[in-house]
């Protein structure tokens, strides 16, 4: 089974930007769609982002649109998205994961231990 490392969660201030990665184990890192899905206090888990295993389609739910992208290097096993213009409803624990196919379908194969965001006001 695929094992998912997350890192570069931390605080930032309200407006500010961070980028967070996912180191994936395995030799076809690019034969999966990967994703980010997000768990807030007292909320339930919801999708954040997803990229197709080539890179080339990404899906965002719409609470990010215009601020969080998402992108792949295939090469180095790493996803990362990207987060502007963060806000505190932002904060919550992030987690990797990755898909059952190379285009996003929702299905998942495998979670990360999940990285910290906070995001202060």
């Known amino acids: 089974q695929v094992q998912l490392v997350e890192s570069g969660g931390g605080l930032v201030q309200t407006g500010g930007s961070l980028r967070v990665s996912c180191v994936a184990s395995?030799?076809?890192?690019?034969?999966?769609?990967m994703a980010w899905f997000r768990r807030a206090p007292g909320k339930e888990r919801e999708f954040v982002a997803a990229v197709s295993g080539s890179g080339a389609r990404t899906y965002l739910a719409d609470s990010v649109k215009g601020r969080f992208t998402i992108s792949r290097d295939n090469a180095k096993n790493t996803v990362f998205p990207q987060m502007n213009i963060l806000k505190p409803d932002d904060t919550a624990v992030y987690y990797c994961?990755?898909?059952?196919?190379?285009?996003?379908?929702?299905?998942?194969?495998?979670w990360g231990q999940g990285t910290q965001v906070t995001v202060s006001s």
């Open positions: 994961v990755s898909g059952v196919g190379p285009t996003w379908s929702g299905s998942i194969r495998s």
């Open positions: 395995g030799r076809t890192f690019s034969a999966y769609s």
